[in-house]
């Protein structure tokens, strides 16, 4: 499986921006698809996950309420929209795969950056 992520941006405090990551190779076998970032410093953190499926969507505590995970099986792409953006949410956020409810994020992306300015 191959991700490749896009929307990469510069935004204000408070704007927003979308991601998208679309899967190709065994994309077909997608499990679960979820976004994780990496500020300057710091380890990499979860952000968002879902299923193939429709099933449950998980958020970190931190972007709750602002991010929106989804996804477009006809296109193969998973979508992260960030709303009322604040600059800790600045960092390079990547996508990730999985083929089977076992897997580990066993399939990356290559990061986008993300900076938020005050």
């Known amino acids: 499986v191959q991700l490749q992520a896009s929307g990469r941006g510069l935004v204000q405090a408070g704007g927003s921006l979308r991601l998208s990551c679309t899967a190709s190779g065994r994309s077909f076998s997608v499990y679960r698809m979820a976004w994780f970032r990496q500020a300057p410093g710091k380890e990499r953190e979860f952000v968002a996950s879902?299923?193939?499926?429709?099933?449950?969507?998980y958020y970190a505590d931190s972007v709750k309420g602002r991010f929106t995970i989804s996804r477009d099986n006809a296109k193969n792409t998973v979508y992260l929209q960030m709303n009322s953006l604040k600059p800790e949410d600045t960092a390079v956020y990547y996508c990730?795969?999985?083929?089977?409810?076992?897997?580990?994020?066993?399939?990356w992306g290559q990061g986008t950056q993300v900076t938020v300015s005050s």
């Open positions: 990730a795969a999985d083929l089977n409810p076992y897997g580990k994020n066993d399939y």
């Open positions: 879902i299923t193939w499926s429709g099933g449950p969507t």
